[in-house]
């Protein structure tokens, strides 16, 4: 109403200028005569306003009458526009240009409503050869030319539409002609952009340009993802007009599996084991986890055993304190180890794997472990390969689909935890061939790629089982993820050679040290036969990280209930650092605690004999596997945390009967693996003995003697009885221990019933003073 007004008083005043001109002679009679043709266009110009105002027509057109229209205005304003050049330069023709610009300005208006009909009616016959296109629900060259050719109008037609006058003008152009356009094109807009995608693919294929196609296929998928949304929100809005599409919708997914069976499939796996209730790390662990996947989402988390016993956090809380982390960390599967199994001989018996298993909020593998007669654990049990596994259950197998492909895991638990643990009526089946049933089960379901969890050690004592055995003796295993010899992997290692030494596809092994120290990560490719065609595994040094807020504070509530135990003072000083070493990659020939004397396997079985003597006074002999020495003490103070971290296992005093004969028997089992380390190497008081590595396993024992007396030591008589101190879980034959399992059942066995944490405790308190040496009590003559 403004302009309008505007206008009116500009005509007004011309009108006057004109009168005065009348009077003033030719000049001014010749200015009426423009203002009169001006006048005219103005008047033209006017009646355009009805057309281009489009807010509240019923259908949007170009009619005759507007056709009429625009043309008489356009042809009066032109005809102004000559007769006002005519004038001379003054206010007068300055006033009648000024009126002329509205005039046009209302014909411009008309004009691009003109173009925006036009453009929009050329939009809708592409949009109809689209959509009779779309109703054969084919797709080929000739739709996604119509395809493409409607995008195209689209964006002419935005540009042409954003320049009609006023917004809710331009609104009902663009409802009138854009929201079915749009319609149409979002239809085939997956389907189209697949088969775009797909043949850019192909030739990226061809030419092996193979990172470039795994990088299309992605934003294939990305895509599709995009174009599900849009239809979504497209029905929403639009309800019935997006028709199905079954025929193109399925030969499109076809072809992309086709292509899909010609990229490699990638595969990300994070693991870890032998974590041994360490959780004094676990907010950086945390940390690492949630890095890795921020970059990979699809990455999975396994973990290959013993989370029991080890620590004080174990000793306290039973496994509880690692599984609240495990659930914050969101384990995706775990394998049992063989210290899951240690508190079997407890009154309770497994009920504390029980619990563990059932508060997981991830599913077990357990393929060679029978719990049958397991009154804890043979609910928890399936003996079966499922696709749906139950959290807080153990399964023979589980298969998981991971990036659109099945990946099948399976896990195995060494038959060595028989001797090396207290399973109790849990029995530990043959891996080789349970890890054949499973690999030939996975198969038969069309599941190339196979991963065992396992926890039977990577070069274990082959007599009972370990990885690089396995990685050879079962074909189709593509990844071990392994635990239980704690050893550090750096890179993985790949075995591609059978038990012949005959080629075979290739099997990666990793294993993660110790203690949560490393977050091991894999990365393969497979290609579509289910072969590893690329590999790269790397460790993750935890301690470099930064802590996890919410698991810092998590922490705290349990570490804070152990403070006082740990912080608990035995009255006795250690003078120097009683080391517990182990052998590691760098240097495998270090002397360890399962392969050598040491200060400290000297102290605990000093204090075991001392404690065995108030018992049994003729006890000349004291014997402890060094598996169950779990950590060093430190120098200064000896707390009771200390001794329970040092000896966390809870095993009792025993006392048994045993000839020299046997004796020696026993001394063979205990050297037999020198120098590899071997959790049944026994360390010794009241005794030393020499032996030859370089020997045959069962003839290297070359002296002993033990010390009847006081620092009196004689030969050891093979027919003489000799009463000996060992723990419990030694004296029934763990680590193997037959001869000391043939006394036991015999009845020459005696549990005193002391724990064998509360004996070093005493042994330590009545030393005061802890500076133990080594005295040549076991020598390896080899050497």
């Known amino acids: 109403m403004k302009k309008t007004k505007k206008v009116s008083q500009v005509v007004a005043t011309s009108a006057i200028v004109t009168a005065a001109f009348v009077a003033a002679g030719p000049q001014a009679e010749a200015a009426t005569n423009v203002q009169s043709v001006v006048a005219e266009a103005h008047v033209s110009a006017n009646k355009l306003v009805k057309f281009y105002d489009v807010r509240n027509q019923q259908n949007v057109a170009i009619s005759t009458d507007f056709s009429i229209a625009y043309a008489k205005a356009s042809e009066d ?19 009648l240009i000024a009126q002329l610009d509205v005039a046009k300005d209302k014909l411009l208006k008309a004009a691009r409503i003109i ?62 002609f854009l929201v079915d356009a749009k319609i149409a094109k979002e239809t085939v807009i997956y389907e189209v952009s697949m088969h775009t995608l797909q043949n850019q693919i192909d030739q990226l294929l061809v030419d092996n340009k193979i990172d470039e196609a795994k990088a299309a296929y992605e934003k294939l998928n990305r ?16 309800p019935g007009k997006y028709p199905n599409l079954p025929e193109m919708a399925q030969k499109a997914k076809e072809r992309k599996d086709k292509i899909k069976e010609k990229l490699p499939f990638e595969l990300s796996l994070m693991h870890t084991n032998d974590t041994h209730a360490h959780i004094e790390n676990i907010a950086k662990f945390v940390t690492a986890v949630n890095e890795v996947r921020a970059e990979n989402p699809e990455a999975l988390l396994l973990n290959a055993g013993d989370v029991f016993s080890g620590t004080l956090y174990f000793n306290e809380f039973k496994g509880q304190a690692d599984l609240e982390f495990m659930n914050l960390v969101k384990y995706d599967l775990m394998t049992f180890g063989n210290h899951e199994f240690d508190l079997g001989s407890s009154p309770e018996g497994h009920k504390a794997l029980a619990d563990f298993v059932k508060g997981a909020e991830f599913p077990f593998v357990s393929t060679n472990v029978d719990f049958s007669a397991d009154e804890n654990m043979k609910d928890l049990f399936h003996d079966e390969i499922t696709e749906e596994p139950a959290n807080g259950q153990a399964y023979s197998g589980v298969i998981k689909e991971v990036n659109g492909e ?21 029995v530990f089946e043959d891996y080789i061939a349970e890890a054949e049933k499973a690999v030939a089960a996975f198969e038969a379901q069309g599941i190339n790629k196979i991963i065992a969890i396992t926890h039977i050690g990577y070069d274990d004592n082959v007599e009972y089982d370990n990885d690089l055995e396995l990685a050879k003796m079962v074909d189709g295993i593509d990844i071990i993820v392994g635990g239980h010899s704690h050893t550090k992997l750096d890179t993985g ?27 091991g990560t894999v990365d393969v490719e497979f290609n579509n036969e289910g072969i590893i065609t690329n590999e790269a595994a790397q460790l993750i040094k935890v301690a470099d990280k930064e802590e996890n807020a919410e698991a810092a504070e998590l922490l705290k509530k349990y570490s804070d209930q152990i403070a006082t135990i740990r912080d608990t003072s035995t009255g006795a000083t250690a003078a120097k650092e009683l080391s517990n070493p182990r052998t590691t990659a760098e240097d495998p020939t270090a002397p360890s605690v399962r392969n050598s004397e040491t200060e400290l396997g000297n102290l605990i079985t000093d204090g075991m004999l001392a404690k065995a003597k108030q018992f049994k006074p003729n006890t000349v002999i004291a014997m402890q596997n060094s598996g169950g020495i779990r950590a060093s003490i430190d120098a200064g103070e000896i707390t009771l945390g200390d001794v329970l971290t040092v000896l966390p296992f809870g095993n009792t005093l025993a006392t048994m009967n045993l000839t020299g004969a046997e004796i020696l028997t026993a001394l063979e089992h205990s050297v037999g693996q020198a120098p590899n380390e071997s959790g049944g190497f026994l360390h010794v008081s009241g005794m030393k003995f020499t032996y030859d590595s370089s020997k045959p396993k069962g003839e290297r024992i070359v002296t002993v003697e033990v010390e009847e007396t006081e620092g009196n030591f004689v030969q050891l008589d093979p027919a003489k009885e000799y009463a000996i101190a060992t723990n419990a879980f030694t004296a029934k034959g763990g680590d193997g221990y037959t001869v000391f399992a043939d006394a036991y059942a015999a009845g020459r066995v005696t549990d005193l019933g002391l724990s064998d944490w509360e004996n070093l405790r005493d042994y330590v308190a009545n030393l005061v003073t802890v500076e133990p040496v080594i005295e040549g009590r076991i020598t390896d003559v080899a050497e």
């Open 493 to 519: 290692t790949v075995v591609n050679k059978d038990e012949a030494g005959v080629e075979k596809d290739p099997t990666l092994i990793v294993q993660a040290s110790q203690y949560g120290e490393y977050l």
């Open 406 to 426: 099945k990946v099948g895991f399976f896990g195995l638990t060494t038959e060595e935890t028989a001797d090396i643990s207290s399973p109790g009526s849990v």
């Open 223 to 238: 895509l599709e993802t995009r174009a599900v949304k849009i239809k979504e929100a497209g029905n929403k809005l639009h």
């Open 77 to 95: 304003i032109k005809k102004a526009e000559k007769a006002v050049q005519q004038l001379k330069d003054g206010s007068e023709k300055k006033n």
């Open 115 to 176: 173009d925006a009909i036009k453009t929009g009616q050329d939009l809708q016959a592409l949009q109809e050869t689209l959509n009779g296109l779309v109703e054969a629900d084919t797709l080929n060259t000739e739709l996604v030319d119509a395809y493409h050719a409607l995008s195209l109008q689209m964006s002419k037609a935005e540009r042409v539409f954003s320049k009609v006058y006023g917004e809710g003008n331009r609104q009902v152009i663009r409802d009138a």
